[in-house]
């Protein structure tokens, strides 16, 4: 079965420091995951997707099959990066295309 | 952002009545869903549409069910609305080439 997790609900950290938001999975093919990003009581946003492999507001992911990893990571936090953050796994059906979601990061970066 | 809109935005209604809330997208996806955000739980799907008047469950879909005649417009109803169904309610759509999902603004609902 298809299985996103964020093992933590909250995550505090200071302006300037790095950061790591971790998502593991569990799925039987070849996933597609993604990171999203949503500000106060804004819509969800997509931040990047693993196989775009880029670089957007300073925020990478790398997928690590062996560990099924797709931890979100940024050298130095800023203040605008507090917001939640969601991991998602694409799953490929025969009916179409459904999306995971974990149960997502609080991420304050506190200034 | 891709062109979906969610009404009502907010919505207050009592126990035991119905509500239907709409997701209407200006991009001609193929697949659009319903979630809905609970603290703690993240996003839940509650039933997703692969094509006009195809439609499938998702993992929390009792008490609702949802609808799609056009291609742009994916209903999803509450026939008789409880108070665990207080949440807030996300549609999304995705289709070729892009491969992520789009989200609509959210629908804050209150059963009281």
């Known amino acids: 079965a298809q299985r996103v997790t964020q093992p933590e609900k909250l995550l505090s950290v200071f302006k300037g420091a790095p950061v790591e938001l971790k998502c593991n999975y569990s799925y039987s093919g070849s996933p597609e995951l993604f990171w999203y990003v949503q500000y106060s009581r804004q819509r969800l946003q997509l931040l990047l997707r693993h196989i775009s492999r880029e670089s957007i507001k300073g925020f990478t992911a790398d997928l690590n099959k062996g560990e099924t990893s797709f931890h979100l990571k940024k050298p130095f936090a800023q203040e605008e990066d507090s917001a939640m953050y969601y991991c998602?796994?694409?799953?490929?059906?025969?009916?179409?295309?459904?999306?995971?979601f974990g149960t997502g990061t609080s991420l304050t970066v506190i200034p | 952002d891709a062109g979906i809109t969610q009404s009502p935005r907010h919505k207050v209604t009592e126990t035991g009545t119905p509500v239907t809330l709409r997701c209407h997208q200006t991009e001609n996806h193929r697949y659009m869903y319903w979630y809905r955000q609970d603290p703690g739980h993240g996003l839940r799907l509650i039933h997703y549409?692969?094509?006009?008047?195809?439609?499938d469950k998702g993992e929390v879909s009792d008490g609702y069910s949802v609808s799609r005649s056009k291609t742009e417009d994916f209903l999803l109803t509450l026939e008789s609305a409880t108070s665990s169904q207080t949440s807030v309610y996300f549609c999304?759509?995705?289709?070729?080439?892009?491969?992520?999902?789009?989200f609509g603004q959210g629908t804050r609902l209150t059963v009281v």
């Open positions: 999304a759509s995705s289709g070729v080439p892009n491969t992520e999902a789009f």
């Open positions: 549409s692969y094509g006009v008047k195809d439609t």
């Open positions: 998602a796994l694409k799953s490929f059906l025969n009916t179409g295309n459904q999306f995971y």
